[in-house]
């Protein structure tokens, strides 16, 4: 009896077994297929521009696994260094259908700012649906957010347009803490440890303060004519730092070149750290032709549409958008002319790469 119920328990797991290895080879197989995982290292001097500085040298660490399949335009790199960028890896619309992914981890000194750049994306797709699973933080352009997009797909030869939505998720954008303080600009400034001096101005009793009279202006010499004014004297300030260093010679001095920078050393000391999501109407146009001797690619992804789901979302006041472009053409048998570009605007933060050049073949 014991021996039957231990047969059976162990042919029960072994079945499980099975079943679980074949749940994972049909979820997974072909996962990493024609994957690459790559680990790159760089470092160089940190440009000083003949000033007698002392900055230690730039360096770039990268980790990462990718999966994308190429467009036929596209040249494959036999190695990956980290830092390849494909302004078409921005598209909805792969090279593909099926899974293409990229992690991707770049820790960063540059001009002797240290910072972590992150980002990882997987997608999947089929001739009706794309769905993109995407978080990205990027230090050196603080921004962070996460976002999952999923969109029908209409198809017509070379041309997609897909509609959707967009749930997004991000720190607090577009509610600064400046915007809840109640003191005045100079109180904030002697927190941050500046202090500013008292300087009369037309301190015409000279008595070093500043004061309030009337005066008798005269017109008239020989008949002693005139008419009383009220004077005030005025006064400005100087600013120094929490060095005693003299930073500006006037209040609107010190505005204009030294209290940005408080009001953001301000603001990221009181950034309020909860995560605020989003829903997006999530709409797209790609469209890729041409041959041997031109190819075209542009895509379009647009976002006009925004709901918030907590008290600090962002409240789209701005559309959100990215637009690519790739063309490039042969115009002899040696000659050939490319441009690409890429402008992208999320939550406040614009950000652009053009790119473009003559390729002379011998």
């Known amino acids: 009896m014991r021996i039957n119920l231990y047969e059976k328990t162990k042919k029960r797991l072994a079945r499980g077994i099975c079943a679980l290895v074949g749940y994972v080879g049909i979820v997974f197989g072909g996962f990493f297929d024609n994957s690459t ?40 790199d036999k190695f990956y ?13 792969g090279a593909i259908n099926n899974w293409e992914y990229l992690v991707n981890v770049s820790s960063v000194r540059n001009q002797g700012h240290e910072y972590i750049d992150q980002e990882y994306w997987f997608k999947w797709s089929n001739n009706w ?9 990027k230090e050196s352009r603080d921004l962070e957010f996460f976002d999952y997009d ?18 997004r998720a991000h720190p607090i954008y577009g509610h600064p803490a400046i915007e809840n303080y109640e003191g005045f600009w100079w109180d904030l400034a002697y927190e941050y440890g500046y202090q500013d001096y008292l300087v009369p101005l037309n301190d015409l009793n000279e008595n070093g303060e500043i004061d309030s009279y009337y005066l008798w202006i005269e017109t008239d010499p020989d008949t002693e004519e005139g008419y009383w004014i009220y004077y005030y004297e005025d006064a400005d300030f100087y600013w120094e730092d929490v ?21 953001h050393m301000y603001n990221e000391d009181n950034k309020i750290e909860e995560w605020q999501s989003e829903i997006n109407v999530a709409l797209g146009f790609d469209i890729l032709f041409g041959g041997e001797k031109f190819y075209s690619h542009l ?19 701005d ?12 115009l002899s048998e040696h000659i050939g002319v490319y441009i690409e570009g890429i402008y992208q605007n999320y939550y406040g933060r614009a950000e ?11």
């Open 37 to 76: 995982m790559y680990v790159g290292l760089q470092s160089n001097t940190a440009i000083t521009q003949g000033y007698d500085v002392d900055i230690a040298d730039n360096y770039k660490y990268t980790l990462g696994i990718r999966k994308i399949a190429l467009f036929n335009y596209q040249d494959r």
């Open 150 to 167: 999923a969109r029908f797909r209409l198809r017509h030869n070379n041309f997609n347009f897909t509609i959707g939505a967009v749930l």
């Open 319 to 330: 559309m959100q958008y990215d637009v690519g472009t790739v063309i490039g053409a042969n």
């Open 299 to 317: 895509w379009v992804n647009a976002f006009p549409e925004s709901y918030g789901l907590t008290d600090k979302a962002y409240d789209g006041k």
């Open 243 to 263: 060095n005693a260093n003299t930073v500006a010679y006037s209040d609107a001095e010190f505005l204009q070149y030294h209290y940005p920078h408080v009001v």
């Open 81 to 93: 260094k980290g830092d390849e960028f494909q302004l078409s890896d921005n598209a909805i619309i």
């Open 129 to 137: 649906f794309v769905t993109k699973t995407k978080y990205v933080s």
């Open 352 to 362: 652009h790469n053009v790119m473009a050049g003559l390729n002379w073949r011998f």
